[in-house]
């Protein structure tokens, strides 16, 4: 025995050697997103079951990475089968279902239509996307309706790619039926997700000609719905809604007093996952500021829009109140920003200069009347209603500055730094300061102002109520 193992020891060792360096026959693990692509394409690729297919279809929807959809893209069978199934689903599913089911036949032919629009809308290879959007084929005129039923009941996911469909140049225009489904999403008979009301924007920028349609860089950007993005279209649109020459302003101020609500509960939402929420409601609540200032808004809107602008000052001061935890992973700095600079646009606003006053032309004087062109300021409408404005913003807003002061003040109790790394407790505390400072500036300019209407009203009526909030 020993004579046998001193005799094999030398190439067991080298066939042991040998074996160690050839790789493991293991399959590669997959992660999550990998494994629903796969039952995806099997699904759809292998099933012969309406139910099956639709089921996988509407899957695609909820995939938001463009790495994973690629995957869809480039695989030559689903593109063959889908392509089938998408312009033969009306006319397969009144046959399976009866010549009476043409509203569930019109629904699978739009969520088929919706699952490739998704796909070309979050794909930044447009030669792919030019082959998927001709999957589609062609609708009918009467077929690019979508009944106010289906949307009523469809996810908002679906309806963000419907508006994209009907947006995309490829398939030609219709623009009453996106008129319609604008004004049937906008009735509040719809809860819109971040993505369908970035969607809506893009549908209201077209309708009122805010800028040119088509692009479809602009129809990528506004569908991956960024917060940056919609920002910046709601600002254009704010804009417009203030420019003497928009047509019909009172629809468009009306819609954006309703995205402006849909939005700051869509915000609440997204922040579990980006922190984004504060950002997004102070730039809303600048917004509102300058929709509600606006000349000649009649009384119905002022009272929507007083209505939107304290949910959303109850929404921020919600989101400010969870900053009080520690290892906060994301900081306020922006949302302060915002907030100093609305306070010391509508300060300035009640505060301007002397005019034999020498001013710098980058000081921020009037900047609200210059930043959304054609917003009323004092002259716009009547200094008791602006006056009514901005105590509400006073009586609002002072309850927010209570708690940044204490979450600083309990900070500062602690005799240890904070433990998150990201978050600047300098410039957090700077910045509370600062927003302090300018805020109580606009509060003495409200009641200096107050107190002058109190005079005049007294002169002419001693029993006249001029307080907001009496």
């Given at each position: 025995m020993d004579a046998l193992s001193r005799c094999?020891?030398?190439p067991f060792i080298f066939f042991v050697s040998y074996v160690s360096?050839?790789?493991?026959?293991?399959?590669?693990?997959e992660n999550d997103g990998m494994l629903q692509i796969t039952a995806i394409i099997r699904a759809i690729c292998t099933s012969d079951d309406a139910r099956t297919q639709a089921h996988a279809v509407s899957n695609i929807l909820g995939i938001a990475?463009?790495?994973?959809?690629?995957?869809?893209?480039?695989?030559?069978?689903?593109?063959?089968?889908?392509?089938?199934?998408c312009i033969g689903s009306y006319d397969r599913t009144l046959q399976l279902c009866g010549r009476g089911r043409a509203d569930l036949a019109a629904s699978t032919s739009w969520l088929y239509r919706a699952a490739i629009t998704h796909i070309s809308l979050l794909t930044t290879n447009y030669v792919l996307v030019g082959r998927w959007t001709l999957a589609m084929g062609e609708l009918d005129e009467s077929a690019m309706?979508?009944?106010?039923?289906?949307l009523q009941h469809a996810p908002p996911n679906i309806i963000a790619a419907w508006?994209?469909?009907m947006l995309d140049p490829d398939h030609g225009y219709n623009p009453q039926a996106r008129h319609l489904a604008l004004h049937f999403?906008?009735?509040?008979?719809?809860?819109?997700?971040w993505r369908c009301i970035s969607m809506v924007i893009a549908v209201i920028i077209v309708e009122w000609d805010v800028c040119t349609a088509g692009s479809r860089d602009a129809l990528h950007a506004a569908y991956t719905g960024k917060s940056s993005t919609v920002l910046r279209n709601l600002k254009l649109l704010v804009k417009k809604s203030n420019d003497p020459d928009c047509k019909d302003r009172a629809t468009l101020r009306k819609y954006l007093f309703e995205i402006f609500r849909f939005a700051r509960k869509a915000a609440a939402d997204m922040s579990r996952a980006s922190g984004d929420a504060p950002i997004v409601i102070a730039n809303l609540l600048g917004y509102c500021e300058a929709v509600i200032r606006a000349k000649s808004l009649p009384s119905d809107l002022v009272s929507l829009g007083r209505a939107v602008r304290k949910e959303s000052f109850g929404a921020l001061e919600l989101e400010f109140k969870k900053l009080s935890g520690k290892g906060k992973e994301h900081t306020p700095t922006e949302a302060l920003h915002e907030l100093i600079q609305l306070f010391t646009e509508l300060e300035a606003i009640l505060n301007p200069p002397a005019p034999d006053t020498d001013s710098n032309e980058e000081e921020t004087v009037y900047v609200l009347r210059y930043r959304y062109l054609y917003a009323a300021t004092v002259g716009g409408r009547r200094t008791s209603t602006l006056s009514e404005e901005d105590e509400e913003l006073v009586f609002l807003f002072?309850?927010?500055?209570?708690?940044?002061?204490?979450?600083?003040?309990?900070?500062?109790a602690d005799k240890q730094p904070y433990l998150n790394r990201n978050w600047?407790?300098?410039g957090f505390e700077w910045q509370v300061t600062e927003l302090e400072a300018i805020f109580t500036s606009f509060e003495a300019a409200v009641n200096c102002r107050s107190r002058q209407i109190k005079r005049r009203s007294r002169s002419r009526n001693p029993d006249l109520q001029w307080c907001y909030h009496e």
């Open positions: 094999c020891k030398g360096k050839i790789p493991y026959g293991k399959r590669k693990e990475e463009s790495d994973l959809l690629c995957q869809l893209t480039t695989n030559e069978e689903l593109f063959t089968r889908i392509s089938e199934l309706f979508i009944s106010p039923d289906q508006l994209g469909y999403i906008m009735d509040g008979r719809v809860n819109p997700s002072s309850p927010i500055v209570q708690q940044l002061n204490a979450i600083m003040t309990r900070r500062a600047d407790y300098s």
